[in-house]
Structure formats: structure tokens, C-alpha cells
């Protein structure tokens, strides 16, 4: 069974951290199989589960069915809930509770986003209370209204020193790891190289400690936008898409095969019992 201490282990020692979303239990098996480090129950299944334009629709109740479902599937993985939007941004009082309800329904930490003086006292409240806390800077997509779209993060040295800064802080405020998402690879590597803690990139370059990714958009089943930095492991979409034409195209041609006849000519009729 994975635990934090893991994360911190894969970091001193050099072996890199493989996460991938997973919003299902058959998916969670498979992950779970594949000794996948660890499985964040993204709230990128708005969009990629629900149809959602973006990630803000989810609620906190919703989320709990997929934790669950995930915590089904997965015995040994470490399974992150990701808190959704204004789930823990009202009060920590609002955020301990909710984040504890993502543990009651089998995650065994939460994600949260962000560094300002409302996430440093959660974080601390949260790691008090016994629930380990994944942080998430750079490019925050609860914060994309106010960052003005999907734009890279830390591009100058000021910036990067600032992300440093919050990096520092969630990590004394009691971080087990830290997500970098949308930030040149130098500028993450730099941020890696002076945390204690593991640091996580998505579209943040080969330098992080570990790497994590949606899996709907690696196997190619999500196909509204795929992220650049993403690649493409197989096409499920093409696959599934194939798959069903051909059983729609073998039901359409069944031929009806008529009615057994018994020895004296007489139509058979079969009678049907319902328990």
C-alpha cells in the first residue's frame, strides 16, 4: 500500500512518480494493476466525464461518487481527491469538512490549489487533523477567470521566484507534494531543485519529480481538445468507435431465423416463465 512516505521516498532516491487521473472502478483496476504510483480523482472529469465546458460545475457531492467508485478499484494506490471549486475557498472550517468527507469516502489525501493565506492555514489545519495535502501552483485552472485563459506560468525570473516562494510556504504549511502545471521545463526544474518536497508536472517539462496526466486524453478517448504537451499512447476513440459500428452493422444484418416445427408439422410455441 502506498502512503506518502512513498512520495518522498521515489524522490530521494531518484525513481520518478507515475500518476494518472482515473474517475471509474474498472479504470482504477487497471491502474491499480499497473502499480501506477499514485491516482487523482481529477475535477477534470466535468469536462471529460460530464460534458462540462470546464472544470467549475462540479460540486463536492458529485466528486464523492467518483472517489468512492476509484476507492473500489484501487487496494494499493495512492487515491488524491481533488477538492473542487469553492469547495474549500469560503471558510476552513468549509474546507475541513469537506476535505475530511473526501477521506471518508476512501481517498487518502486531498488537492488543493492555490497559495494564498486562506490555503497555508487549511493546509495546516487539514495535515493537524491527520489529512495529507497535495498542493498546485503555476497555472491554477480554478483560477483560470482571473489568470486570463491557459497561459503559461513563471516565464520570468520574478515569477519563478514567486511560484518558489509559494512552494516554500505550502511545504512548511505541511505539503507532501507539489503539482506543476504550465511552466517551462528549466523554470520547474528550479523550482524542484529547491524543494524538499516532490514536485509534480503536468505540461511542466521532464525535470519534475514525477509526471501526471489525464487518462482520458493519453488513450485518445477525449477528443473536445488535447493538450499539447499530452501524448497519445492509443486511440481509444477510433477503437471503441469501430468496435460499435461493427456490432451496430451485425445486429442491422441478422437474419430472422423462422419458427421450429415439432414432427407433426405444428409450429412450436414457446413459453416463457417470468421469477
Not at 492555514?121 to 485563459?149: A, D, S, W, Y
Not at 444484418?253 to 412450436?268: F, S
Amino acid at each position: 500500500m502506498k502512503t506518502v512516505s512513498t512520495f518522498q521516498r521515489l524522490k530521494d532516491s531518484g525513481e520518478k512518480i507515475a500518476m494518472l487521473t482515473a474517475y471509474d472502478y474498472s479504470t482504477a483496476q487497471v491502474l491499480d494493476k499497473a502499480e501506477i504510483d499514485a491516482i487523482l480523482v481529477g475535477d477534470s472529469l466535468a469536462m471529460v466525464v460530464l460534458g462540462h465546458e470546464n472544470t467549475y460545475n462540479i460540486t463536492i457531492d458529485e466528486m464523492l461518487i467518483f472517489i468512492k467508485a476509484v476507492a473500489r478499484g484501487a487496494k494499493n494506490s495512492f487515491i488524491i481527491g481533488d477538492m473542487p471549486f469553492m469547495s474549500y475557498n469560503l471558510s476552513v472550517a468549509q474546507g475541513l469538512e469537506n476535505a475530511g468527507k473526501m477521506i471518508k469516502a476512501g481517498a487518502n489525501a486531498v488537492k488543493l490549489e492555490g497559495c494564498n493565506e486562506h490555503i497555508i492555514t487549511l493546509v495546516k489545519r487539514c495535515t493537524e487533523t491527520g489529512i495529507p495535502v497535495l498542493g498546485h501552483l503555476g497555472f491554477t485552472p480554478q483560477l483560470m477567470n482571473t489568470l486570463g485563459g491557459h497561459k503559461i506560468q513563471g516565464k520570468t525570473s520574478d515569477k519563478i521566484e514567486a511560484i518558489l516562494d509559494s512552494a516554500k510556504k505550502l511545504q512548511e504549511a505541511g505539503c507532501f507534494g507539489i503539482v506543476l502545471e504550465l511552466m517551462p521545463a528549466d523554470s520547474a526544474q528550479y523550482i524542484t531543485e529547491n524543494l524538499k518536497i516532490p514536485t509534480i508536472g503536468i505540461g511542466a517539462g521532464v525535470n519534475c519529480s514525477g509526471q501526471i496526466v489525464v487518462i482520458d486524453d493519453i488513450l485518445g478517448k477525449f477528443t473536445d481538445f488535447t493538450p499539447k504537451f499530452v501524448k497519445k499512447y492509443t486511440n481509444l476513440h477510433d477503437e471503441i468507435l469501430n468496435g460499435v459500428l461493427s456490432y451496430k452493422n451485425e445486429v442491422k444484418n441478422m437474419v430472422t431465423q423462422p419458427r421450429r416445427k415439432n414432427k407433426t408439422g405444428v409450429k412450436v410455441k414457446k413459453s416463457f416463465t417470468f421469477q
